[in-house]
């Protein structure tokens, strides 16, 4: 079946240093979205990206969706601590009726 | 407020003994879905429904059951089945044209 990956699975960083996550799959996906979750919390809808090639920036965080839509990648500039979470991506399967999820990458920020 | 409840939020469980977890959502979502999480890791999809009175299985549906009588209830059952039953369960919704998946804030269930 359909393989979502990420990497890393853990990253610390230091308040102030970029971080990015990157995400693959072993199919070509309609669309990507990703998930923030707040330790102790619930996964948060981030954003979707629909296009190859597509690039959307929220705030500090930057989306990526790779031109051949297998790939994408999560950039966060200059980290803060309420950054602090894992972050998932998800593709749709079952012709959207369901999604697999990346295994997530956990994000450490040090004040 | 429009949203996804989930209940109880903590749950204790004796070994052998069924438990029920309550999702309800009040934003006329025709999909429910519900993962577990252990901790540490990712979401696994145990059962999903795309309609009332119909539901499928997912990639860990062994020693879990589901009912969907109506549109904004989707409970599901943990068995005595359940080899691993502690972990945080989560529901959550779709809106059938989009892809936005919403979450509630689950359900930590502990089996001691």
């Known amino acids: 079946g359909q393989q979502v990956m990420q990497i890393p699975q853990y990253q610390h960083v230091q308040e102030g240093e970029d971080f990015t996550t990157y995400c693959n799959s072993s199919t070509t996906l309609s669309n990507i979205q990703w998930y923030k979750q707040r330790p102790g919390g619930h996964p948060v809808f981030l954003i979707q990206?629909?296009?190859?090639?597509e690039v959307k920036k929220q705030k500090r965080l930057t989306f990526q969706f790779g031109e051949a839509k297998k790939n994408s990648s999560l950039h966060i500039t200059a980290t803060q601590t309420t950054d602090v979470g894992t972050y998932f991506c998800?593709?749709?399967?079952?012709?959207?009726?369901?999604?697999?999820f990346g295994p997530g990458t956990r994000l450490s920020v040090l004040p | 407020d429009g949203g996804i409840t989930q209940s109880p939020k903590y749950l204790f469980r004796k070994e052998g003994q069924n438990v029920t977890l309550s999702c309800e959502q009040n934003?006329?979502?025709?999909?429910m879905y519900w993962y577990r999480q252990d901790p540490g890791q990712g979401l696994r999809l145990i059962y999903y429904s795309q309609i009332v009175n119909d539901f499928q299985k997912g990639d860990i549906a062994e020693g879990y059951s589901v009912s969907r009588e109506k549109k904004e209830s989707f409970p599901l059952t943990v068995t005595s089945a359940q080899k691993n039953p502690t972990a945080f369960y989560l529901c959550?919704?779709?809106?059938?044209?989009?892809?936005?998946?919403?979450f509630g804030e689950g359900s930590w269930l502990t089996v001691v």
């Open positions: 959550a919704s779709k809106d059938r044209p989009g892809n936005t998946i919403y």
């Open positions: 998800a593709g749709p399967v079952n012709y959207g009726q369901n999604f697999v």
């Open positions: 934003l006329n979502h025709d999909a």
């Open positions: 990206l629909v296009k190859s090639g």
